[in-house]
């Protein structure tokens, strides 16, 4: 269905005043044209003017041209006459058929006047035409097929193409009396309320799908041929509304007009005239009605079952325009049956399992499931509300026989038994408003598989009973939320926003730009967010960051979108204070605002990742300052879950800003990870601390102290050696950020001891010190030697980078402390140590820490003149060969002291001759 909604917001953009007349004449033409291959994938376009023939293409064996009209108003005779015109100019070949599009044309607007200017030419499309391709309701060739069906008038409606009385009269429904006697069904009721048989009916052949109710008189019923009217009072049935392929339960506006699903579209029945209202749902989609009688689908599915991906449920807002419905992606992992609208922008959703309450105002995620409801039927079909927290729901019993009734109260998370019925099925339920009765379809248990019997039973009593008022002491009222108004007031209206003529400060990105704007109805000001031009590509980043802050709305720490264009041409956020870019001088020396802005950062990214989304482009700048809190925006370039991606290759090999990027980042950011992420903020808190100028992939480690850890093992280039969620990591900056009352050394010992008695942990948190105190020449020569090179050897060769710096280190303190020159046993422990270093990298073929670790032996020894050193070393590089021998050479022709030390190798013929090369060079000078 994703095509069919891309083509729907494009088919929008045409109605949009900001679209010039000749770009809205190309963007129908190419809406037809999507429409036509869909049937004929070889179909041409030809663009020459308005008026000639724009779309080519062939049919069961027959030539067809269409002509697309972008004229609206008074203007479409006279656009009328010039295609005509155009088209007598044109040396077509015999029997071509013609097609003109009048796709901004209403149907009320085609008069006899404008059927004469066709004349016999070809045949005439409305808006109503058009839309229902769009929408998916039928294919448009086989809208212009039915169209030349002889007698061809010009014009056939809508409803004329598609309706089709039944052969069959309507099935019955009557009052439950028969010769027989009168039918009743076994029912158990709580106490106060009543079943009771209202009307029965025998031999269906289609089963119902659903029920509405209309008035006291009236109900309607939902089959595969058509919606039926229901008298309520004295039984019988009529067809309303006879289009094949409607289902589900309809709903009926204020004014009349009936909406119902029929396939993959959602259509109206106002006055005698059929028009589409929304598509590109999935199969078995449902409506509700929802805030000021606005028409709501459920579709899709959110049933997962744990794997996060693939969910496609979705609560989607029908607009008066064709383009403009908005879509809400919900994140509920549930095999989702059914949903109600509760109050404002709440809405429940039953599933079977748990149920859960969704407010779109605050975001599209149902929280926890502690903040679920367990749901008291097996198959949560059907539901009507009986109260502004409480809905009635019907399903099969749990034990399989019979149908259960239950209200549930989706404040107080539980359910109350209602009644049970022996009933084979549900087919509808429906409530009366304002706590009337409700009506509960279903069919009567058969052993005959091939038609149904149907009976309405009529339930009162049920709604629950007002609690009598309890003096409690009055909780607190939580902090007015001043967005709140604009949040329920959102309708994705453009016209609810003036704009300041300029953009604000800093409000024009590479994507999009910010201006500041006031909410006209609630004259609040706010920030309003449109992306560079309509290109799919910036739309697409548009829609991405506007889903995030949707699924993510719970979260205080993530920007909100307080309102949005349905087809994501812009939408609306808080009028942020300040960012950490423009506060870094004040972060920069209040650590205790620092660790609040680290602490919101990662609350925002824990969510995130553990529903899928990566951010990608975490930087001072996205990091906003919202009245008393801080705020992670800008999530434009959002990796959205596994199997949820539309087109990888949209955001190219790179993307983000590369300063405060991750290195895979520009390689394969598609494959990124919740440590990417963490790099991102990591580099963020190196570049808040020091204030240098960023570079890519070059670390900002802040000056020795708490943070400089963090920073550290959090932007390693290997991935795999960062903290790979963001607990490990919130874990990593509560371990080096508490009060350390010790010395290192002192901690470095205690973390020796540990190793030492088999604490498996203790080695690598040792390693991890001693990097971090590069400095401290006490535990480099006193404790860091004693680390058993067996349990040093595969922490060091997992984690090159960290490696490399404990290497240089030891390799710099060949000076001695500060105070004196280095002990001899001192130098004989760093000698052994980056010996072992360079003997398991020679082994691993890690070249660059072979070569490094060599360089810093080389430097000690010949610093120093320890004998038994001497002869290990030599022992080692007899026995090397291939590149490890070749990097050896190298670094003894850069230390001719420490090479001397190894003349009489010359000799052996058995070692390696780089060595034995480099070895007498470095000696006969």
């Not at 004229?71 to 010039?82: F, I, P, Q």
């Not at 209206?493 to 006031?518: Q, S, T």
Request: proline share 7%.
């Amino acid at each position: 269905m994703d095509d069919v909604r891309e083509l729907l917001a494009e088919y929008g953009q045409c109605h949009s005043d900001e679209v010039s007349e000749p770009d809205r004449h190309r963007l129908l033409v190419n809406v037809v044209a999507a429409l036509i291959r869909r049937t004929d994938a070889e179909a041409t376009v030809d663009y020459h003017s308005p008026d000639d023939p724009a779309v080519f293409f062939e049919l069961a064996g027959r030539d067809y041209l269409i002509t697309v009209t972008a004229a609206s108003g008074t203007d479409v005779a006279e656009s009328a006459r010039a295609a005509v015109r155009a088209l007598d100019q044109r040396d077509l070949p015999p029997g071509v058929r013609w097609v003109l599009v009048c796709a901004r044309t209403p149907a009320g607007a085609v008069d006899d006047g404008l059927r004469a200017v066709l004349g016999k030419r070809g045949v005439l499309f409305d808006r109503n035409h058009l839309e229902a391709a769009v929408c998916a309701l039928v294919p448009l060739a086989t809208l212009i097929r039915s169209a030349f069906r002889t007698p061809r008038p010009p014009y056939t409606p809508l409803h004329e193409l598609l309706l089709q009385e039944p052969e069959e009269p309507a099935p019955a429904l009557s009052l439950p009396t028969r010769p027989s006697g009168p039918v009743t069904v076994p029912a158990r009721t709580e106490p106060g309320i009543v079943a009771s048989v209202l009307l029965a009916g025998e031999d269906w052949p289609l089963p119902p799908s659903g029920l509405a109710w209309e008035s006291a008189e009236r109900a309607l019923i939902t089959t595969e041929a058509g919606l039926a009217e229901v008298d309520l009072q004295r039984g019988g049935v009529r067809w309303r509304l006879p289009l094949p392929g409607v289902y589900g339960a309809a709903v009926v506006l204020p004014d009349g007009a009936v909406c119902v699903p029929c396939g993959h579209a959602v259509v109206m029945w106002r006055d005698g005239e059929l028009r589409p209202v929304g598509g590109g749902f999935e199969q078995h989609a449902s409506l509700l009605l929802g805030p000021d009688a606005s028409v709501w689908v459920l579709s899709g599915s959110g049933a997962t079952f744990g794997a996060g991906t693939g969910s496609t449920l979705a609560l989607t807002r029908l607009s008066d325009e064709v383009g403009e419905q908005q879509r809400f992606s919900i994140a509920f992992d549930a095999a989702v049956r059914s949903a109600y609208w509760l109050d404002e922008r709440r809405f429940f959703l039953a599933a079977s399992g748990h149920s859960a309450v969704v407010d779109l105002a605050v975001g599209t995620s149902v929280g926890g499931r502690e903040d679920w409801t367990p749901t008291p039927v097996s198959y949560p079909g059907h539901m009507a509300g009986t109260g502004s927290d409480t809905v009635l729901v019907a399903g099969r019993a749990g034990s399989g026989i019979g149908v259960e009734l239950h209200t549930v109260d989706a404040a107080a998370h539980k359910s109350d038994p209602v009644a049970t019925v022996q009933l084979g099925e549900v087919l509808g339920l429906a409530q009366a408003p304002e706590g009337g009765p409700a009506y509960l379809l279903g069919s009567l248990p058969t052993n005959d598989v091939g038609v149904v019997h149907p009976v309405l039973v009529k339930i009162t009593g049920h709604a629950p009973a007002v609690s009598q008022a309890v003096e409690e002491e009055p909780a607190p009222a939580p902090a007015a939320d001043p967005y709140a108004a604009v949040r329920q007031q959102a309708r994705g209206n453009r016209d609810d926003y003036a704009l300041e003529k300029f953009p604000m400060p800093g409000g024009e990105g590479g994507m999009g730009i910010v201006h500041e704007a006031v909410h006209k109805p609630t004259g609040t000001v706010v920030a309003f967010k449109k992306p560079r031009s309509l290109r799919e590509q910036l739309t697409a980043r548009m829609l991405r960051e506007i889903e995030v802050a949707q699924v993510l709305g719970g979260n205080r720490h993530v920007m909100p979108v307080l309102d949005s264009s349905p087809r994501a041409e812009w939408f609306v956020m808080p009028l942020a204070q300040d960012t950490a870019e423009h506060l870094q001088p004040q972060l920069q020396h209040d650590s205790q605002e620092l660790r609040a802005l680290v602490d919101a950062v990662a609350a925002a990214l824990a969510d995130a990742h553990r529903l899928g989304y990566l951010h990608r482009d975490i930087k001072p700048a996205n990091i906003l300052r919202l009245d008393d809190r801080w705020v992670l925006g800008d999530w434009g370039i959002v990796r959205r879950p596994r199997g949820q991606t539309t087109n990888p290759k949209r955001t190219g090999t790179k993307i983000g800003t590369a300063e405060f990027g991750a290195p895979e980042l520009s390689v394969a950011p598609h494959n990124a990870t919740p440590s990417s992420d963490i790099f991102s903020l990591a580099k963020v808190i190196g570049w808040l601390l020091t204030g240098i100028e960023p570079e890519a992939n070059v670390p900002l480690l802040p000056a020795p102290g708490p943070w400089r850890s963090v920073v550290r093992q959090c932007t390693y280039r290997d991935p795999l050696q960062r903290p790979q969620t963001i607990a490990e990591f919130l874990d990593l900056v509560g371990r080096e950020t508490s009060p350390h009352i010790d010395l290192p050394i002192a901690r470095a010992q205690q973390l020796m001891t540990a190793a030492q008695e088999g604490d498996t942990n203790a080695a690598g948190r040792l390693l991890a010190l001693a990097a971090d105190h590069s400095d401290d020449y006490e535990l480099y020569l006193d404790v860091l030697p004693n680390l058993e090179m067996k349990a040093a050897a595969p922490l060091l060769l997992a984690n090159p980078e960290q490696a490399l710096t404990l290497v240089h280190a030891m390799t710099g303190h060949v000076q001695g402390d500060g105070n004196g020159q280095p002990h001899w046993n001192e130098s004989k422990r760093a000698i052994a140590w980056l010996r072992g270093v360079a003997v398991r990298a020679a082994r691993e073929k890690q070249w660059e820490l072979l070569e490094e670790a060599a360089r810093g032996m080389c430097t000690w020894d010949a610093a120093s003149n320890e004998w038994d050193q001497h002869d290990a070393i030599r022992d080692w590089l007899r026995q090397l060969r291939g590149q490890a021998a070749q990097i050896l050479a190298a670094v003894l022709r850069e230390y001719p002291d420490s090479a001397g030390h190894f003349a009489d190798l010359t000799r052996e013929r058995t070692v390696d001759m780089a060595i034995r090369g480099a070895i007498n060079s470095a000696t006969s000078g």
